[in-house]
C-alpha cells in the first residue's frame, strides 16, 4: 500500500485476482475513483467513480459440504463491487465485478475503505417512503417494484417504508398526514398520474407546513428539497422519459440510489382566486383534452386506450374558439426553436437558477400590462409544457427544446387547419422535421398565461341566445363543420382540470427530481470505458 502524501489519505493500491489474472487494482481518495488495470497484454483498464458506486459486499462462496446441502463460505477471501453499467439509449444497468485477495486482513482493508468512500456520497438517500399504484399502466407497479427495485434498494442499505395505493388520492393524503421530513425522498411506482398525486401531495404539504396560501395565485411558493423519485409502471410515464431519456425501473432505481437531483419548474394554475392543480408536462386544451376524456372511459383498455382515443379525436377534428394571453418570458437565454436540447448540467436551466430569488423579490410587483400579448382564435390544440415532453411515442416530445428548469412554459398555438395538415403536424412529432415549421403552428417561450373559451367570454359577456348555450354539441350555422360550440377540457399531466377558463403561472425549479436530466450520447461517449471489463474476463 502507497504512503500518505502531505497527511492526505493515502491511495489503496493492490494485485487482486479478477477472473484467471492478477489485476493492479486502485483506490484514489482525492479523484473518487475506483480503477483496475490488467498489467499484461491486452492491458484492460477500467474505471468506476465513487459517484456510481451502488454498493461493496464481502463476498460469500457457496461451496457443498459432505451432506450434500450448499453452505455459505466467507473464503477464500473476496469482495464484490457493484456500480452503474451504461447500456443502450440512456439505459443504466448494475454491473459486479469480485476481486480475490490473499488474505482476510486485505480483503477488510479494501471493504472498509470502499464502505467510508461510499459513506462520503452525501447526497444519496437512506431512507424513502414508497408509493406504489397497483393499478397503473399494465397493473405491474407492485411486480416491478418487488422484483426489480426493491432489492437495488436492499443492495444499496437504503431503507422504505412501502404503501400500496388502496384508492385514488391515497397517496396524496397520506403525504398530508405523515411526517415527510424524516425521509431523504419520496418515491412513486406509476405513471404521471401518480407522480402528479405524489407532487400535489408533497407541494401542498410543504405550502401548508410553511403557511402559504396555494389559492393566492400571486403566493411566492416554498421551494421542495425533498426529491420525488420515480419508478415508471404507467401508460405514457412522459416526466420520467423527458427527465432520464427512458423509462425503465432498474435505470430510475440506479439514479435514486445515486442521489442525483434535478430541478423542475412547476407551473400553478387557477380560477378565479381558487388553486386547481400543478403541472409539470402537458397542460393541454383540444386535441390531448379530447382524447383524455375519451380515454377515461377506456381505462381497461389500459396503455393502449390513448391510441384509440387519439385516432378518434383526430377524426372528429374539433376546434375550439377562445382567447389565450400571456406574458413572454423575456430574460430567458433559450427559444423554442432552438437546435440545442436540454440535456444534464444544461446550461440555460443552471442560469435560471436563481430565478427562484428574484421571483420572490419580485412578488406582489406586477407586471406592465403592455407586455402581456393576446391572440384570438379557433385552435385545434393549445398546448402549454414545462419539459419537451419527450415519451415512447413521441421521444423528442411536443416542445424538442424546452428546458426542465428554466422557469419557462412553451406555448404550442395550433390553429384551425384541414385535416391533413394536422396529420402532418402530428407525425412530425415521430421524425426529425421540425414541428413548428407550419403557418398554423406558433410557440412562445412565457412565463404566465390565460385562457377563456368564446364559450365562456360570451355567456360572460351577457349573451343570452339560450340555444347557443344548451346545445352547444354542433355548429348550427354549418352542421357539417367541425367546429364545436361546448368546451373542450383541459388535460392537466393527465388529469381533467374542472375549469376551461385559467391562469397559469410557472415557478421556476419548484421542486427536485432523483434524476439528472438525458445525458448526452451516455453510452457512446462514456468517460469511463467500462465496457473493457466484460471483454476482458
Ligand atoms: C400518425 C402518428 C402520429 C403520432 C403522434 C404522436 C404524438 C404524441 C405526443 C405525445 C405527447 C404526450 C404528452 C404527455 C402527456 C402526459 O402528461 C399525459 C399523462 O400521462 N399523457 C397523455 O395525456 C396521453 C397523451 C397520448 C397522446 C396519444 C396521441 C396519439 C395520436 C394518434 C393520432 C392518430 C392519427 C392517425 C391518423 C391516420
Ligand atoms: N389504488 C388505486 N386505485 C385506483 N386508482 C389509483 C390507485 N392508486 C392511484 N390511483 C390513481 O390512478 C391514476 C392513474 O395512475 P398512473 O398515472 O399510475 O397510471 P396511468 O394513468 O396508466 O399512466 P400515465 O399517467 O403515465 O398515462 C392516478 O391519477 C392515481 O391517482
Ligand atoms: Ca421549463
Not at 105 to 115: E, F, T
Not at 246 to 272: E, F
Not at 296 to 316: A, C, H, V
Not at 388 to 414: E, T
Request: some cysteine.
Amino acid at each position: 500500500m502507497e504512503q500518505p502524501a502531505g497527511g492526505r489519505r493515502p491511495r489503496l493500491v493492490s494485485s487482486l485476482a479478477l477472473g484467471q489474472r492478477a489485476w493492479e487494482v486502485t483506490l484514489e481518495w482525492e479523484r473518487g475513483l475506483l480503477s483496475w488495470r490488467d498489467p499484461q497484454p491486452p492491458r484492460g483498464n477500467c474505471f468506476v467513480p465513487a459517484s456510481e458506486i451502488i454498493a461493496v459486499e464481502e463476498t460469500e462462496i457457496e461451496k457443498q459440504c459432505s451432506s450434500g446441502k450448499w453452505q455459505k463460505m466467507a473464503k477464500p477471501h473476496a469482495f464484490t463491487v457493484y456500480y452503474v453499467k451504461r447500456a443502450q439509449k440512456h439505459r443504466w444497468q448494475c454491473n459486479e465485478v469480485t476481486f480475490w485477495c490473499v488474505d482476510e486482513q486485505l480483503c477488510n482493508q479494501w471493504i472498509q475503505a470502499l464502505k467510508e468512500l461510499l459513506e462520503l456520497q452525501k447526497s444519496r438517500p437512506k431512507q424513502l417512503l414508497v408509493y406504489i399504484n397497483p393499478y397503473g399502466g399494465k397493473q405491474q407497479g407492485k411486480r416491478i417494484y418487488e422484483q426489480k427495485v426493491a432489492p437495488l434498494f436492499s443492495l444499496a442499505s437504503i431503507s422504505t417504508d412501502v404503501v400500496i395505493t388502496e384508492h385514488a388520492n391515497h397517496a396524496k393524503d397520506n403525504l398530508f398526514e405523515v411526517n415527510i421530513y424524516k425521509y431523504d425522498g419520496i418515491v412513486c411506482v406509476g405513471g404521471d398520474g401518480m407522480f402528479s398525486e405524489v407532487m400535489h401531495g408533497l407541494i401542498g404539504r410543504i405550502q401548508k407546513d410553511s403557511g402559504i396560501d396555494q389559492n393566492n395565485p400571486k403566493a411566492p411558493l416554498v421551494q421542495c428539497n425533498i426529491r420525488i423519485g420515480i419508478i415508471p409502471a404507467g401508460s405514457t410515464d412522459c416526466v420520467c422519459y423527458a427527465t432520464v431519456g427512458v423509462t425503465d425501473p432498474v435505470t430510475s432505481a440506479l439514479h435514486i440510489i445515486v442521489g442525483d437531483s434535478q430541478p423542475l419548474d412547476v407551473s400553478s394554475i387557477h380560477h378565479n382566486n381558487t388553486f386547481l392543480k400543478y403541472s409539470v408536462s402537458l397542460l393541454g386544451y383540444g386535441f390531448y383534452g379530447d382524447i383524455l376524456k375519451d380515454s377515461e372511459k377506456k381505462r381497461w383498455m389500459g396503455t393502449i386506450r390513448y391510441d384509440f382515443s387519439g385516432f378518434k379525436t383526430f377524426l372528429s377534428h374539433h376546434y375550439y374558439e377562445g382567447t389565450v394571453s400571456f406574458l413572454p418570458a423575456k430574460h430567458t437565454l433559450g427559444s423554442p426553436r432552438d437546435k440545442k436540447r436540454c440535456r444534464t448540467g444544461c446550461y440555460i436551466c443552471r442560469q435560471s437558477k436563481q430565478q427562484p430569488e428574484e421571483q420572490q423579490k419580485n412578488y406582489g410587483l406586477e407586471h406592465n400590462g403592455d407586455d402581456w400579448k393576446v391572440i384570438k382564435g379557433k385552435f385545434l390544440a393549445i398546448n402549454a409544457v414545462n419539459m419537451s415532453c419527450a415519451c415512447p411515442r413521441s421521444p423528442k416530445g411536443l416542445s424538442p427544446a424546452a428546458h426542465l428548469a428554466d422557469g419557462s412554459i412553451d406555448l404550442i398555438l395550433v390553429r384551425k387547419c384541414s385535416r391533413f395538415n394536422f396529420l402532418r403536424y402530428l407525425v412530425r412529432h415521430t421524425n426529425q422535421d421540425d414541428q413548428f415549421d407550419f403557418t398554423f403552428v406558433e410557440v412562445y417561450r412565457i412565463k404566465k398565461f390565460q385562457f377563456t373559451s368564446k364559450h365562456l367570454e360570451d355567456s360572460d359577456s351577457g349573451v343570452k341566445d339560450v340555444g347557443k348555450k344548451r346545445f352547444g354539441q354542433f355548429c348550427r350555422d354549418h352542421p357539417a363543420c367541425c367546429c364545436n360550440l361546448s368546451n373542450s377540457i383541459w388535460n392537466c399531466d393527465g388529469e381533467t382540470l374542472d375549469s376551461s377558463a385559467i391562469e397559469v403561472r410557472v415557478h421556476c425549479q419548484l421542486m427536485k427530481l432523483f434524476a439528472r436530466g438525458i445525458e448526452e450520447n451516455s453510452n457512446d461517449e462514456a468517460i469511463y470505458n467500462q465496457s473493457t471489463v466484460e471483454q476482458l474476463l
